[in-house]
């Protein structure tokens, strides 16, 4: 049963060692996805879910490195070995949170294609919800990165909009809100979180959740958001 998720960015920045001078500016972000993170610490399995060219699913151990940001520098999932399976970016930020954040708790990882289509995101959050009694899913993905004139995607008007629908969403704990979101409209928007939104959105399925939004802001032009559900 879900009983506990973290949700947040996955901007390679949040690793001081590759933001190098920008460390300072992602401090907040940093800081607030590090709290959210924390929250797992009490639970049976976390399940840390993010986007990656081929979906997969690594229960024994999985990682990743940075060196395509050019740090010479190599994470692993908790309790997990170095040698399995390469984790996608996303997950790769992820397993870097929970090391920071001291969570050591069994921990499997999830990658989703971001062009998975609902239903089927849906029904696999239902079944990562019954994986162990007391389940906890790090939720890694970015908002619309088409929010300013110098974003990765240039500015959409409605890309602040939909950033703000996610944020009470999230806020609100409203997986019903999550799993409507337009896959079609996130794709236009380059907001790949949606898909693992909605992985959260079927996990938390007839909980009775509540939410709370740490962080909502878009420095450089990319949604960035974090919030805890318990």
């Not at 999932?77 to 397993?95: C, I, K, Q």
């Not at 929010?147 to 629908?165: Q, T, W």
Request: glycine share 14%; proline share 5%; charged share 20%.
């Amino acid at each position: 049963m879900l009983v506990a998720a973290a949700v947040c960015p996955c901007p390679p920045l949040l690793v001081p060692e590759v933001a190098t001078g920008a460390a300072g500016e992602a401090e907040v972000l940093r800081a607030a996805c590090l709290e959210a993170v924390r929250e797992l610490g009490g639970v049976d399995l976390v399940v840390v879910v993010g986007t990656g060219e081929k979906a997969g699913v690594w229960t024994e151990g999985g990682a990743g490195s940075f060196r395509r940001y050019g740090v010479p520098k190599a994470v692993k999932l908790p309790l997990g070995g170095v040698d399995g399976p390469e984790l996608s970016p996303a997950l790769t930020v992820g397993a870097w949170l929970l090391e920071e954040a001291g969570v050591q708790v069994p921990t499997h990882a999830v990658a989703v294609r971001a062009d998975t289509a609902a239903e089927r995101l849906l029904g696999l959050g239902r079944g990562l919800a019954e994986l162990a009694d007391r389940v906890g899913l790090l939720v890694m993905g970015d908002g619309s990165a088409r929010r300013s004139v110098k974003a990765p995607g240039y500015l959409d008007e409605r890309a602040e909009g939909h950033d703000r629908a996610v944020a009470a969403a999230l806020a609100a704990a409203d997986a019903a809100a999550l799993a409507a979101l337009d896959a079609d409209l996130s794709a236009e928007l380059l907001a790949e979180g949606r898909a693992p939104w909605q992985v959260l959105a079927g996990a938390a399925e007839g909980t009775a959740m509540r939410g709370e939004l740490r962080y909502e802001d878009a420095p450089y032009g990319v949604g960035y958001l974090v919030a805890s559900w318990r």
